[in-house]
């Protein structure tokens, strides 16, 4: 509780400076004050993912630190800011005041290492894995209250299926993480006995069909929109393997899995077309943002589509909001790199570190999404119902600043 308190303290502080910075930059209109904008913004939403999950979970994280990201990407914020501040002379300056830093920060490395969590979750991992002798493979991810995954009837895939592996005594099925813990089973469900097998895979065909149809019949300079959606639905299959082997990799349970694991996983699969797109064909601002919001539509809708396919559409209020909801916030996701990464892309300095620095952005928006959602109840509907503000409050402050 004494931590819960902190955190809550630390967000709060660090809420107002956030405000504070966003009202200076939208009077001035200058770089610094940006910088010190996105640095107070997101230092604040590793605080609220981390005091969220101590309200709601009664715990810290247990498979990845997600909001360790945030913070790092607020670094590159203040790094950047501190770069920008000084004059030449300031910058020629040298100071052997400089190496106190690893003095300090190498121990406290070392003693964490040690005692901490992080060298005993790779051991434990990696026992785990090497555990698994004579063609056995370990326990299935189990949830908090009992309940696995084979609940549905289903084994889960983990990484040897990518590998074409099979065994003939086994139900090897795509399983994905939504964050709805009551559906967070199975992306694709078998009859009890495994007689009947419906594989996301094949809702992916069926969707692309169409569109590949219509890129052949059409111009060359007109199929940019149908690439970018094929491009979406295929990034959001490849995160339901890649979601699966890494919660089979660290035996995470499915709420675990959609809190921790698929952030990570999904935004890194939804910028990846994107780089392509834009180191090979240099597009303009405009292009390169209408490409990431359709890539992120498109992830979403087939999304979407996989949840009306696994458990029915009859209760089609619950569908609006959630449809809307999982959009938005994947949209508000795509608007990160699109509306910021194409400007500094041309600058080597500011380009690894803009990068890295937006897909945490992405990457903690995208936790805290699923996290509410993940609790049920009033949390639930905060968290379908914020996206949408969310991404109408980017779009205002992109007109009034002149995008």
Known sequence: MIEFWDYLSQFLAVTAGFCAALRAYLKSREQPWFLLT?????????TLYWTLHLLLRQETPQVFYVSDLAWLASYVFLLALTLTLPDAGERQSRTGLCWLAPVFCLPQFGLYVTYGDLLFN????????????????????????????????VRPVDGLLLLGERHADES???VRFPADPRFAFVSARSAKGGDSVTYIENVFVCMAAPLVVALLSLKRGQRAALVFCLAGMGACLLSAY??????????????????????????????????????????TFARFRLAAVIVAASFATFENICFLTQNGADQILFLLIRGFGTGAMHVVCGNVYGGVLRP??????????????????????????????????????????????????????????GE
């Not at 051991?123 to 326990?139: F, H, I, N, P, Q």
């Not at 503000?389 to 600043?401: I, M, N, Q, Y």
């Open 38 to 46: 996105c640095f107070y913004g997101t230092f604040a939403l590793g």
């Open 122 to 153: 790779v051991v434990r991992c990696a026992g785990a894995r090497l555990g698994e002798t004579d063609g056995k493979r370990a326990a299935a991810p189990v949830l908090r209250n009992g309940t696995g995954l084979h609940s549905a009837g």
């Open 242 to 283: 890649l979601n699966t082997f890494f919660a089979r990799l660290y035996q995470a349970d499915a709420v675990n899995a959609a809190t921790q694991i698929a952030p990570v996983v999904e935004e890194i699969m939804k910028l990846l077309p994107l780089l392509f797109f834009l180191a090979v064909f240099e597009p």
């Open 344 to 401: 500094v892309w041309d600058s080597r300095p500011l380009r690894a570190a803009c990068l890295f620095a937006l897909l945490c952005v992405a990457i903690i928006y995208h936790a805290i999404y699923n996290l509410l959602v993940s609790a049920g109840g009033t949390p639930q509907l905060i968290a379908y119902f914020v996206p949408l503000p969310t991404a109408l409050c980017f779009r205002l402050l992109a007109r009034k600043a």
């Open 172 to 174: 090897l099925l795509l």
